[in-house]
């Protein structure tokens, strides 16, 4: 208990001699939610691995089935339908132990809309070597699957991997969006890849590309680990998020590139013990937790890590949305060692988040944002307002932790933006948290504040991009 105190006591002196932006009492409940946030980088059930080579199955060998698609009848030609020789496959790489559901190199194959559906046999590898690729025209879809493409669920221990590729011809599914063309009407897309119900899941070395909307969920699943993995869309594709992770924990996202039209990455409700690692992002919306709270519903999402990342050319670096209305709380993330180039919105809580085509309604009730960490972040912006807290009034965020950051403008200065937001920072943080002190305000980088205009507030409240 001594030595707690101690160490309570020398940090503040520290923050005290090196100076502190915003408010700063030093008391124990601070300092243990800061070494709470510490131990999440190291409290992991699972070791990060390095990504090692994958190897490549052309004939049965180390004990392992072979279960080629081309046995089943596939042409490979990327214009016959392979939906029905894909399916026979894995219904006996499922049936069989230590199968491996091999799709060729060099060859596509046309696949419709299918759920792959287990329990499996034990070690089951989905070896995908080629290029699977979707119908391009939405008025083939099938109608009983109107949200999915390759579908795969109720999984234990299973591998994809492979230098293949996950194509999802999305082209004319972007065109038909409301984000495109607001005469369009807005209705959802099939998501390329998803993972569903599994648990012990691996997928290394993959590229999912042109997704019809999202591109790879996760979803109520357990103990994932995505490796290497590259994602792909253009800027302008709409909702196009790249790895989404719903409903699941011991997530582990890491040495992965995705550029897309949306998230980068996107974590939402019941989600937790998500780590991620050396991600590349850009272009698109940025990692986000959320959005959350949607139509009054409830949202929860903690214990986040994201330790080393790239963002560039990208709306939003990192982000927090949720919704007006909503209930339950965003605790524990920690974002670290991130370098930003060219990002729009670096660091930014947005509780007023409106992906609508009509204005959304004010609402008192909201998530309560808290315990979160920024540490060691830097970079451009093209946006006078660097950092933007923009949280409820009804309930504030608190417990936000700036340290070690510098985000610079080229062409101006910058600024932080708070509205109902405490909280603390040490180190170098630039432009200036002080604002995090009181409400309604802006930091500058010369250390003046100045009251919110009305301006300054519809600027920041804003639909999606």
Request: net charge negative; glycine share 8%; proline share 3%.
């Amino acid at each position: 208990m001594e030595n707690k105190i101690f160490l309570v006591s020398l940090l503040c002196l520290l923050i005290v001699a090196n100076g502190v932006s915003g408010s700063m009492m030093c008391d124990n409940n601070d300092f243990g939610m800061l070494e709470e946030l510490n131990k999440l980088a190291i409290e992991e059930e699972y070791e990060i691995e390095e990504l090692s080579d994958i190897p490549s199955w052309t004939s049965q060998r180390g004990g392992k089935v072979l279960v080629n698609v081309d046995s089943f009848g596939a042409a490979g030609d990327g214009e016959t339908d392979d939906t029905e020789a894909l399916q026979k496959a894995w219904g006996v790489a499922c049936s069989t132990s230590k199968a491996v559901l091999l799709v060729p190199q060099g060859r596509r194959y046309l696949v419709n809309a299918t759920r792959f559906i287990g329990p499996c046999k034990d070690n089951l590898i989905i070896q995908i070597d080629g290029t699977l690729v979707a119908p391009d025209n939405p008025k083939n879809w099938d109608s009983k699957l109107p949200r999915v493409w390759l579908d795969f669920s109720k999984l234990n221990k299973a591998v994809f991997q492979g230098s293949g590729v996950i194509d999802g011809s999305g082209s004319k599914w972007w065109a038909a969006s409301c984000k495109k063309n607001k005469t369009n009407p807005c209705r959802g897309a099939p998501t390329a890849f998803t993972i569903d119900t599994s648990s012990g899941i691996k997928v290394k070395g993959l590229t999912i590309q042109n997704s019809q909307q999202m591109h790879f969920t996760i979803s109520r699943c357990d103990s994932v680990r995505i490796l290497g993995v590259k994602v792909s869309s253009p800027g302008d594709s709409p909702n196009t998020d790249g790895i989404h992770i719903s409903e699941s924990t011991n997530v582990i996202v890491q040495d992965c590139k995705i550029g897309t039209g949306d998230d980068c990455i996107s974590i939402v409700n019941a989600s937790s013990n998500i780590k991620m690692k050396r991600i590349y992002c850009g272009p698109g919306h940025g990692i986000s937790i959320g959005s959350l709270g949607k139509d009054n519903s409830t949202g929860v999402v903690t214990k986040v890590i994201l330790d080393t990342a790239f963002i560039k050319d990208a709306t939003n670096g990192l982000r927090i949305k949720t919704w007006q209305g909503g209930a339950g709380y965003v605790r524990g993330v920690r974002f670290q060692n991130v370098r930003v180039e060219n990002v729009s919105n670096p660091i930014l809580i947005d509780q007023f988040y409106c992906d609508s085509p009509t204005t959304c309604q004010n609402q008192e009730s909201a998530l309560e944002i808290s315990e979160i960490m920024y540490q060691n972040i830097s970079g451009t912006t093209n946006s006078a307002k660097a950092i933007k807290f923009d949280c409820s009034d009804s309930v504030p965020c608190s417990k936000l932790i700036l340290s070690n950051v510098d985000l610079e403008k080229q062409d101006g200065t910058v600024e932080t933006y708070c509205h109902s937001a405490q909280g603390f920072g040490y180190g170098v943080v630039h432009p200036s948290a002080d604002c995090l002190s009181s409400n309604d305000q802006i930091s500058q980088d010369d250390d003046q504040s100045q009251s919110i205009t009305s301006q300054d507030d519809d600027d920041i409240r804003h639909t999606e991009l």
